[in-house]
């Protein structure tokens, strides 16, 4: 069976109406909101805490770095609820292949420290 133009009009028409809703939102959220801004308003907002200081200062790369390296094993660590969920339908092969994924996992975090990617100074 093949797929014409026709068959994706449905897709189309949804991806519209979302875009529509979005501009409309937009357009009147703009037109009906409050005009004035005041010199409290354009201060910024610290959990009711004054500001102090310059908001632009330089952060550290190893909260970054601390970020993604956990967002990067977290989403392996997801990878393996599948696996818990079908362990025994997998059998022999499914328990190397999990090893094995285990194996590469465990060489990366072990680099991980042997870089001092995680030691704070």
Avoid at 1 to 28: C, E, K, N, R, W
Avoid at 55 to 63: D, V
Avoid at 87 to 101: A, D, P, R, V, W
Wanted: charged share 10%; aromatic share 18%; with cysteine.
């Amino acid at each position: 069976m093949q797929s014409t133009a026709l068959d994706y009009l449905p897709i189309a028409m949804m991806f519209l109406v979302a875009l529509g809703f979005v501009v409309a939102v937009m357009v009147i959220t703009h037109l009906v909101g409050p005009k004035f801004t005041t010199h409290t308003k354009q201060e910024s907002f610290e959990c009711g805490i004054p500001s102090q200081g310059n908001a632009r200062l330089p952060f550290s790369i190893k909260y970054f770095l601390v970020a993604i390296l956990f967002v990067l094993f977290d989403v392996e660590v997801i990878f393996m609820y599948p696996w818990a969920v079908n362990f025994k339908g997998l059998g022999l092969t499914g328990l190397i292949e999990m090893f094995s994924f285990i194996g590469v996992f465990l060489i990366g975090f072990y680099y991980i420290l042997k870089k001092g990617a995680l030691t704070w100074e």
